[in-house]
């Protein structure tokens, strides 16, 4: 599995932040555990944040940079990408990856990372901090996002 190795973090002091949490609404069962996870993460970290729908991950990025744009400290953007038997996983993921890094350079400001690209909805379920999941990467990516801009906070002064 994909998280061996992962850090151990304590909560994160947040206050202060104001982070918008981008999800995409495909794979709805997954999705929503991702949506979860980063919510349990962000209430503990007392930043302010709300969340945003968008049709899929294809439109993760731009909803990302309108939302960093107008003011937020941090972005998370969830999405779940299923490859089937074209090529369109392999254009949607690149353009939601690439998308988003582009964003976070831009704009200098963090863009948490929990989009999962998949082979099968197993792996998905596997991740997606549910009942019986081995990870949680909505909340990873939510604690990416915050520790990140906390980083940049402190050396932007």
Known sequence: MSGHGAPEADAVDATGLDVVVVAGTWHDTI???LVAGAARVLAASGATWRLVRVPGSFELPVVCQA???AGADAA???GVIIRGGTPHFE????????????VALQTGKPVGFGVL???DEQQGL???GLPGSRE???AEAADAAL????????IRG
């Open 117 to 119: 690209t998949l082979d």
């Open 76 to 78: 998370v953007a969830l």
């Open 126 to 128: 596997d991740r997606a």
């Open 147 to 154: 520790r990140t801009a906390l980083v940049l906070r402190g």
């Open 31 to 33: 999705a929503e555990g």
């Open 91 to 102: 254009y949607v993921s690149s353009a939601a990856t690439d998308g988003l890094t582009r």
């Open 67 to 69: 939302a960093l744009e």
């Open 136 to 138: 949680d990467k909505g």
